[in-house]
């Protein structure tokens, strides 16, 4: 990473050089920001972005609870939404939400005003990270409740974009490059506030008694993989369970250095303490080999690995 900072904008918000990103992620692993940006508001962010160099690339994050932060950490300028941006409101049936605020926040102030966002209850992200994964569980995504969002775009213009435009897909949209998401319009189904807290206490539980919630993870590691059936058929195809094909390979519990194939849920991977980036990623890769190599399945990543490895880290 280069030693020599990018000519930056003077801000109201936070600019820190060289600030480590462990801290800021669920897997508390990775190498430092280059240079992280909190800006104090949407005007914060729009003048630093009209004025920053179009070459420095940027990186928006939310909590991190889908990254792995590479050793070498991320060169340019990481983004963190803070205070300014997570306000949630919610008029005439639709609810606002600032893009740093958390899903879980979300969905329980939309279940007091009797809207059904209950699904986001049990994501530990934001709801930039949200829109940005097409986020979902229990069969509701991102994709099928969000009207809009506001962004600033990397030349530091406010623009308001339809969902359509977004093409939301599984775990992914497709944001402009650089655009850094700052709200979000849900629309949802109305319903009882009650049921709905009763619903999200149910899924709390459940997500508690499958998956080691409390564990350093950043969720499901891989894609289930779409496969087909003995009979090879183009229209014979079902859904396999990544965890399944994990264990059929014997991978469940599987170590390197730190990093861990959790044994409750073997496709959680885990930092069990003392884990590096590469520690997981590499833990990851041979996971996928084995179980190419055994039942010629490709898994794909889920998670996001993002930024550059120590090795590759050659400014330094
Ligand atoms: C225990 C556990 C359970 C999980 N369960 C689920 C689940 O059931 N369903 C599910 O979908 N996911 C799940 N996840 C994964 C993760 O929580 C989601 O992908 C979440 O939406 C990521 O949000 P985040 O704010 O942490 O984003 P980050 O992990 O910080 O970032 C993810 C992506 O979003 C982008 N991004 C973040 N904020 C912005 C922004 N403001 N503007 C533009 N881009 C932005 C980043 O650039 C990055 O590309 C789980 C994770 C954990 C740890």
Redesign the pocket.
Known sequence: MNKNLPDLPTVRGTLTAHRALADL??MRVGGPAEVLFQPADLDDLAAFLAALDPAVPV?????????IVRDGGIPGVV???GRG?NAISVEEGSTVAG??A??AHVARKAADAGFDLT?LR?????????????????GT??ADVLQSVT?VLRDGTVAELERDSLNLAY?SSQ?PDG????AARFVAPKADPEALKARMEDQLCK?DET???K?R????TFRNPAGFSSTGRADDVHDLKAWKVIDNTGMRGATKGGAVMNTKHSN?LTNAGGATAADLEDLGEEVRKKVYDSQGIELQW???R?GVRKDEDTAK
């Not at 049990?122 to 229990?138: D, E, F, H, L």
């Not at 655009?179 to 700052?182: E, G, L, S």
């Open positions: 992620t669920w990186f928006p994050m939310g909590v991190g609870s889908n990254l983004i963190r939404l941006f893009a740093a958390l899903d699904f049990t994501i530990p992200g934001t709801v930039g990270g949200a829109v940005c994964m097409n986020a979902g569980c229990y995504y991102v962004v775990r944001l655009a850094v998401i700052v997500r998956q080691p919630t564990d993870t950043a969720g499901s959680f889920e998670i996001m993002v």
